[in-house]
């Protein structure tokens, strides 16, 4: 879905283009659509509180915290559009773990998410669903046991449900925030559906202990499922969608090859997150730093045109 640049939260968006390559005209274009003040709220859960992005803001970055990372790729947004000269406020409220039903109520000691909006909102930012399917569950299983066969058909046959209640969310989000611009965001591909790459060091997440070659596969059809009921939320919702997958099949260019075990950039944390000062289980299969900024390019990618 495009939206007018005359919105303004598109136009800060696409303003704040320059630092990653808009062109001349459209900058020129959208600086005259510059808000006075642009209200922004970030929420949702571990992959928008940027869990696995290290630079935690105080206090959050503990077990069972909301582990909200410096690196998100709200923060990382927010810091583009004031550098461009954006007056931004800016409320981060996403907790890691935090499900659709978290949202109205209180989450590890937080007030309910929705309470961040306001009447006054324009821009919001949301990653939800994982939890609401028990996503990290079977992630866990995958490495502990086997994800492949019934277990990734069952983790399937929740997807669709988790699509409405996420659809749901965005229709609470319009009725607290009716002017705002809702940009949902997907999860991609944590693990490679193919063969490890060959000789170069890997994460130990991808010895085949962990992840048999048929566990890899069904993996990618849940992680592709899920990005489809998303992407399907989004369209019922007015929301625009922007994902590491290009149409649910595909990943886009700019995440090609970053799955963890086919390069040495990947853009997920592995079990090294479990080595001694790291964040532990809560991080595995997490973007890292590096993702959550690739993530933030393809949000700024869809204002800038």
Request: glycine share 10%; charged share 15%; aromatic share 6%.
């Amino acid at each position: 879905m495009r939206l007018s640049l005359a919105r303004p939260a598109v136009a800060a968006l696409a303003i704040a283009g320059c630092l990653v390559g808009a062109s001349a005209p459209a900058q020129a274009d959208t600086k005259q659509a510059r808000p006075t003040t642009l209200n922004v709220v970030a929420m949702g859960d571990s992959y928008a509180s940027g869990t696995g992005a290290g630079d935690y803001k105080d206090g959050t970055g503990v077990p069972n915290g909301c582990w909200r990372s410096s690196n998100s790729y709200s923060e990382t947004l927010v810091e583009r559009m004031r550098a461009a000269g954006v007056s931004v406020s800016f409320k981060n409220v996403s907790c890691s773990g935090a499900a659709t039903t978290n949202m109205i109520t209180s989450f590890k000691g937080q007030p309910p998410q929705l309470k961040a909006l306001t009447k006054d909102t324009d821009l919001v930012f949301l990653t939800i669903g994982t939890s609401d399917v028990d996503f990290a569950g079977y992630g866990a299983q995958c490495i502990a046991a086997d994800c492949s066969g019934p277990a990734a058909q069952e983790m399937l046959s929740r997807m669709p449900r988790m699509g409405d209640y996420v659809l749901s969310l965005m229709i609470k989000i319009k009725a607290y925030s009716p002017k705002a611009t809702i940009v949902l965001t997907g999860y991609g591909s944590q693990l490679t559906e193919g063969a490890n790459a060959p000789g170069i060091p890997l994460d130990p997440i991808c010895e085949p202990q962990y992840f048999s070659s048929q566990e890899r596969i069904d993996g990618n059809a849940v992680a592709r499922a899920l990005d489809a009921n998303l992407r399907h939320a989004a369209e019922h919702a007015g929301a625009t969608f922007v994902s590491p997958y290009v149409d649910s099949v595909n990943l886009h260019p700019s995440f090609e090859g970053h799955s963890l075990c086919e390069s040495t950039e990947p853009y997920y944390r592995g079990l090294e997150a479990l080595a001694p000062g790291q964040e532990g289980m809560e991080a595995v299969l997490h973007l890292n730093a590096s993702g959550q900024e690739a993530l933030a390019d393809l949000i700024q990618g869809e204002f800038v045109r």
